[in-house]
T-cell receptor
Framework: SAVISQKPSRDICQRGTSLTIQCQVD?????MFWYRQQPGQSLTLIAT?????????ESGFVIDKFPISRPNLTFSTLTVSNMSPEDSSIYLC????????????????FGPGTRLTVL | AQSVTQLGSHVSVSEGALVLLRCNYS??????LFWYVQYPNQGLQLLLK??????LVKGINGFEAEFKKSETSFHLTKPSAHMSDAAEYFC???????????FGAGTTVTVRA
């Protein structure tokens, strides 16, 4: 299966600042998603990253707070803007479908996550 | 819209004992069902999935799950627990149209020596 990496793996940030998280896949994939996992909680979908167009956000998440880019079929970024302590979470990207390594779009594979702490 | 309920937020088992994690789903269409495992400080790893083929699905690390439509369940089992099975387990459902996953709250498994 494809190798999915995220940078940074963890970070500690000051409130009011922004952090951009990168997700890189070693093969082209059809779909990329971003999730948030708050401490001790399950995963919540933030948005679907669409290649070449604006991301599709879930209810409760807005572009101004979580801008997302997907310039090609192997890379996406999520920015957490104007951070507050409530943004302290693990942020995970996932991928599905592709030309190589991931045969179907019905299964998502996850990156290792970015652990964010906001002080 | 689909949703998942995992019964039991914590499960403690003895090494060598049966592991049983319960998952019930609701979906207006035939679902795709998944179990993922998350080891401490790691991302999610796919254990197994059901996508309308065989109702008994075998996954990695000796885990298996049975899809029971009449009970809307997809419980995860492993006959003999190993210390390395200590982790958080998530059940997830997708309706297959947009491939968005809805996750259960998760079940933390601890294994006693």
């Amino acid at each position: 299966s494809a190798v999915i990496s995220q940078k940074p793996s963890r970070d500690i940030c000051q409130r009011g600042t922004s952090l951009t998280i990168q997700c890189q896949v070693d093969s082209q994939v059809t779909m990329m998603f971003w999730y948030r996992q708050q401490p001790g909680q399950s995963l919540t979908l933030i948005a679907t990253a669409n290649q070449g167009s604006e991301a599709t956000y879930e209810s409760g998440f807005v572009i101004d707070k979580f801008p997302i880019s997907r310039p090609n079929l192997t890379f996406s970024t999520l920015t957490v803007s104007n951070m507050s302590p409530e943004d302290s979470s693990i942020y995970l990207c996932s991928v599905a479908g592709g030309l190589a390594g991931l045969s179907s779009t019905d299964t998502q594979y996850f990156g290792p996550g970015t652990r964010l702490t906001v002080l | 819209a689909q949703s998942v309920t995992q019964l039991g937020s914590h499960v403690s088992v003895s090494e060598g004992a049966l592991v049983l994690l319960r998952c019930n789903y609701s979906s207006s269409v035939p679902p795709y069902l998944f179990w993922y495992v998350q080891y401490p400080n790691q991302g999610l790893q796919l254990l197994l999935k059901y996508t309308s083929a065989a109702t008994l699905v075998k996954g990695i690390n000796g885990f298996e799950a049975e899809f029971k439509k009449s009970e809307t369940s997809f419980h995860l089992t492993k006959p003999s627990a190993h210390m390395s099975d200590a982790a958080e387990y998530f059940c997830a459902v997708s309706d297959g149209d947009d491939y968005k996953l809805s996750f259960g709250a998760g079940t933390t498994v601890t294994v006693r020596a």
